[in-house]
DNA sequence: GCACCTGTTGCGCAGGTGTCCAACAGCGAT
DNA sequence: ATCGCTGTTGGACACCTGCGCAACAGGTGC
């Protein structure tokens, strides 16, 4: 194969394992597939990755850190701290993450048996949640909202939303993401003493804002995504 | 080994599956492993089961199966909706079960590339959500709460539980359990139109009131589990 | 022209995998 | 005593795994 400097090759590499990460799982990713994939030999990979172990935590580290700096973006391109959150919710809920967390499931359920896994996923979970803990932090400073824990609400909102995706992906249930949207929205106004609705506004999407309109429900003034029952 | 009629040896197979696969994970899980714990040999496995991805899901499916009688149980035992309810939320949090919810992490994640895995935690999923919403209903026929959908509220404060077991599990984050049941309660009073607190009452086990009760904090009237910021 | 460096190759090794199968052991029926 | 049935054995089969290593290629400095 042609030549290249270290960090494209390295890049390639990872750009390629995350892609057989991707529909063979983290489990069932081996050294031969990574360099079949790049159309190289399998001791190319191994001049730039002491293990596979090594391998996997560098890919799974790559597209994570990817994820987060999508949400980080979007939150940072608002102003207001209320439009904020809704950016937050949004990204998280956005349609492409499927497969996306797909791959943060498996890292999951690999964590318990590969440390350098576990220990990357654990501080990219950090990360997320101080980012939206510095969400309401800013907007508690600002008046907008009451939380007494930030620390605490930004964890007990993230475990909701991961919930909610767990139930998408793993069991493959059909939601409507802007109802899901809205409807977590609802939790995360309880948890800042907001007023009913109020981050349930006009969020970055214009498709988010109507469907979310449409799904609006009498019931407790939010809309609710639901299961086929 | 000595000989056994077929049901109590294929009773004893998948009683070692399970227990293999609980300590290596799923996709670890060999057929020499399930053997070797029982004394046996391999060839026998397959003489019960014709695939290794039927032994696998039928382990899966017996492990489920029980964790979901425990809770149907312990449901059943109360009289009251609301004492349902509650028997209900301290079950599904019972601190025996992290090794347990690490064996459904691990099918959710499988499922995705094991057909059999994925109906099988498709189904039991599915069942958990209508012991929940028979509850409501129950509840809401005798007059005791209030719920337009009550399919819909099952299936989100059961996301809602999965997310924060998810948090506890894969991110090893150090929970009050007691907190976690008053908390999700609280959010389960929402979606009830039941008066904040209802739920949060004399629950089963007598460390959970007490734990509740000291875990209780002015911030919107309920108890709220922390992560260690 | 040469030596050198480094990205790259292709294969070998030792081990592990699911699956299959011929042979064996114990027991009930004949 | 013999036959047949069935639970059980232990190993063969083909394949795949991560990893290491001797050899190669193509460019750079001398």
Known sequence: MARM???ERRAAI???ALEVMLHKGIAATTVRDVADRMG???GLVHHYFASMDDLLAAAFEQAATADLAVTTAAVEAQTGPVERLRAFFATYARAEQDWAFQLWLD???EAARRPTLRETSQRLNVK???VLAQC???GVAAGAFVCPDPDGAAWRILSLLDGLALQSVAHRVPIDRAAVITWSAGFAE???ALPAGALAGPA???SVTAAAAAAATPAAGRAAPRRPG
Chains 1, 2 share one sequence.
């Open 5 to 7: 400097t270290p960090p």
């Open 14 to 16: 990872v750009a390629a």
């Open 40 to 42: 190289t030999s399998s």
């Open 107 to 109: 890292a999951w359920a």
């Open 128 to 130: 997320w949640q101080q």
């Open 136 to 138: 309401i932090r800013d």
């Open 190 to 192: 309880a948890e800042l």
């Open 204 to 206: 970055g999407p214009a």
